[in-house]
């Protein structure tokens, strides 16, 4: 079946270290995102790509990158310079990089600091 | 900018009653409009989805969700809850390009 797959489900950050999330699709999807969920927050988007190669800051990038090598793989690196990285990350793929048909998401990474 | 107000945090429903949620958008143009559904712990799921034509539209698990220009809204309703319906469901709004605007979201509890 298609589908997103994220993993770990659940991380856990030291202080001053980098952790790295990872989003694999096999739907053969151009777009996909970054978001990070908090509570009654809803979801703020991190960053996005429209194509391999390619991606842009969201509304909260800073302290956070990307890359997107791969058509299927778009891994989000929380770096040391996120003062606040406890939270949960949600990935999601469209097959529309114009963001005029529906996100498909996988199943979260929840991440916490140690 | 645009945004997306769901202004119930919380609802509250006995199993076998009818349900709705609010939504609120903010934009000129007609929007895409998209509600989605999570469980805890879970990734979201798509429920429905308006583009254009009909204000009415049906999506999965029963729901339906109406249009309404004048209003600035598209609520979502569904006439008889389940105890599976427990969870939270976030509205969402595409029309600036390439990126969702999503509600806060609004917790659904189910009594019994």
């Known amino acids: 079946d298609g589908g997103i797959t994220q993993s770990p489900k659940y991380l856990f950050r030291k202080e001053g270290q980098n952790v790295t999330l990872s989003c694999e699709q096999n739907l053969n999807h151009d777009a996909m995102y970054w978001y990070r969920q908090d509570p009654g927050q809803g979801l703020r988007l991190i960053y996005y790509s429209q194509i391999v190669n390619d991606f842009q800051k969201g509304d909260i990038a800073e302290g956070y990158s990307v890359s997107r090598e791969k058509k299927e793989s778009f891994p989000l690196t929380v770096t040391s310079a996120q003062k606040n990285p406890t939270a949960f990350y949600l990935c999601?793929?469209?097959?529309?990089?114009?963001?005029?048909?529906?996100?498909?998401f996988g199943d979260g990474t929840r991440l916490s600091i140690l | 900018a645009q945004s997306v107000t769901q202004p119930d945090i919380h609802i509250t429903v006995s199993e076998g009653a009818s349900l709705e949620l609010r939504c609120n958008y903010s934009y000129g143009a007609t929007p895409y409009l998209f509600w989605y559904v999570q469980s805890p712990g879970q990734g979201l799921q798509l429920l429905l989805k308006y583009f254009s034509g009909d204000t009415l539209v049906q999506g999965i698990k029963g729901f339906e969700a109406e249009f309404k220009r004048s209003q600035s809204s598209f609520n979502l309703r569904k006439p008889s809850v389940h105890w599976s319906d427990a969870a939270e469901y976030f509205c969402a709004s595409n029309n600036a390009g390439n990126m969702l605007t999503f509600g806060g979201g609004t917790r659904l509890m189910v009594k019994p």
């Open positions: 999601a793929s469209s097959i529309d990089p114009r963001g005029n048909q529906p996100q498909h």
